[in-house]
């Protein structure tokens, strides 16, 4: 199974910040990655799909990037409402992996 | 607007079954692939089992292989997730979620507690 080291674990910042995620993929996932947001007591909800497109909806301040094997998450411009645990996950090869997730916590 | 309503969850008996649905609405769902992928309380995802859009591939976790079966019902626009053999790992929230690869909407959960 493709593994997925989510880093850090948790992270705290202010708002106006920007804020980035990583995840390492264990071997080439060939940009089959999303990022989820989870809020406490709601469902996950689909920010970036294949490395770096922005789903529908999604505020422009959420970007997403890859280098060889890491995938960044980038969050611009903090705002009180992105407080939530976010994972990421890869979609390359069954079975689809998901990273340990990243609580991020405004100050 | 896309909505998926998972039900059929509770409380189990080690080793007892129990039988998940999930009913769509708002898209053609015979076009989907669908998934389940559930989080134990306070832990982190994990894919359960896909279904492509008329059956024809069917994928497992090895943690439910063999225990668990995926179905659905497009006359019915329901996805279903039969589970046998339950232990107390399996105690977690259930999701259904639309599309293969990146799961773009996601149901807002079934609660299946394993305990004696």
């Known amino acids: 199974d493709i593994q997925m080291t989510q880093s850090p674990a948790s992270l705290s910042a202010s708002l106006g910040e920007t804020v980035t995620i990583e995840c390492l993929a264990s071997e080439d996932i060939y940009s089959n990655l999303a990022w989820y947001q989870q809020k406490p007591g709601k469902s996950p909800q689909l920010l970036i799909y294949?490395?770096?497109s922005l789903q529908d909806g999604v505020p422009s301040r959420f970007s997403g990037s890859e280098s060889g094997t890491q995938y960044s998450l980038e969050i611009n411009s903090l705002q009180s409402e992105d407080a939530a645990t976010y994972f990421c996950?890869?979609?390359?090869?069954?079975?689809?992996?998901f990273g340990g997730g990243t609580k991020l916590e405004l100050k | 607007e896309v909505q998926l309503v998972e039900s059929g969850g509770g409380l189990v008996q080690p080793g007892r079954s129990l039988k998940l649905s999930c009913l769509a609405s708002g898209f053609t769902f015979s076009n989907y692939g669908m998934n389940w992928i559930r989080q134990a309380p306070g832990k982190g995802l994990e894919w359960v089992a896909s279904i492509s859009s008329s059956s024809s591939y069917i994928y497992y976790a090895d943690t439910v292989k063999g225990r668990f079966t995926i179905s659905r019902d497009n006359a019915k626009n329901t996805l279903y997730l039969q589970m046998t053999s339950l232990r107390s790992e399996d105690t977690a929230l259930y999701y259904c979620a639309r599309r293969p690869g990146s799961f773009d909407y996601w149901g807002q959960g079934v609660m299946v507690t394993v305990s004696s």
């Open positions: 996950q890869q979609h390359h090869d069954y079975p689809p992996t």
């Open positions: 294949d490395a770096s």
